[in-house]
């Protein structure tokens, strides 16, 4: 595929969709990132819910339209509240999005990672270069929870083998984004590099794909399939991190504010955007 533009990705209309169904977005997460998941979440038209009590997080995840799951501060009791609400959502048909934060740095990370791969069938995982070459088995150097050296080499391979082992649809964050289904891979060229200039944008994107693949197969402007709703979900992020950047904000601060406002925007305007243009096989 490689080289081979994608067909056109209507991301107005998916967020159509996601207006017209508000989307309850279960949220199992790092608690360092908390509220900016929440809001991304309200601010793209879902209903974002943080129910992460073992008592109740299974309960939550049936009823919900997605789930999300970070493990950035997760411990082992945590990880069990995860486990449960992965399996309910997948026998109410939920889908179920993984964000393996800092998979790879320590044992606790790689062990407890493990075992939500092994309880939970995932429609999406998500992760940065480095974390997506960990899963797949490849050598990989991840300190804390950031991607430490790693070129964009080779990642769309690891992308796509992790496709294949899991099933799941793998976003590969960075300065161009990678969405791998198991039989194709894309590289998406939009977004700005002040994207990383704040805590939590790679928590916000993984809030981003569940509210978008909440709604797959919701009606005729919805995405038709998991891979069309993370092609969208990583297409509308980043051409919010445009938007946010026009202005020319001070600092990281305020530039963390436009994207928030630039999210709201773009989900209340629904421009018709060409991201089919950004989007390329690989």
Same mark, same amino acid.
């Given at each position: 595929?490689?080289g ?82 992965? %399996?309910?959502?997948?026998?109410a ?49 991840? %300190? ?81 399939s ?8 990583c ?20 530039? %963390? ?8 925007a773009?989900?209340?305007? %629904? ?9 390329e096989?690989?």
């Amino acid at each position: 595929m490689s080289g081979e533009p994608v067909n056109d990705v209507p991301v107005g209309e998916i967020l159509s969709a996601v207006e017209a169904a508000a989307p309850l977005v279960h949220h199992l997460t790092n608690d360092v990132t908390t509220s900016e998941t929440a809001n991304i979440t309200l601010h793209w038209g879902g209903l974002p819910v943080m129910a992460d009590a073992p008592a109740e997080a299974g309960d939550m995840a049936a009823g919900a339209d997605a789930v999300v799951i970070n493990t950035g501060t997760a411990s082992t009791t945590d990880i069990d509240a995860m486990v449960d609400a992965g %399996r309910r959502a997948n026998e109410a048909g939920v889908p179920v999005v993984l964000d393996p934060v800092g998979y790879g740095a320590t044992p606790h990370r790689v062990e407890s990672v493990g075992r939500l791969l092994d309880a939970i069938a995932f429609d999406i995982i998500k992760g940065n270069a480095g974390e997506v070459r960990g899963l797949a088995g490849e050598e990989a150097t991840v %300190r804390g929870v950031e991607s430490v050296g790693e070129s964009d080499a080779g990642v769309a391979d690891a992308a796509r083998a992790l496709a294949e082992e899991t099933g799941a649809v793998v976003v590969a964050s960075g300065p161009t984004d990678i969405v791998a289904d198991g039989e194709d891979a894309y590289e998406l060229s939009v977004g700005h590099e002040r994207m990383g200039s704040f805590v939590g944008s790679g928590c916000m994107l993984a809030s981003t794909l569940g509210t978008l693949s909440a709604v797959v197969g919701e009606g005729d402007e919805a995405p038709a399939s998991t891979t069309e709703a993370a092609l969208a979900a990583c297409a509308a992020y980043g051409f919010a991190g445009e938007r946010a950047a026009e202005g020319d904000p001070a600092g990281p601060a305020s530039y %963390r504010t436009a994207f928030m406002d630039a999210v709201a925007a773009l989900a209340s305007e %629904r421009p018709a955007l060409d991201a089919a243009s950004r989007i390329e096989g690989v």
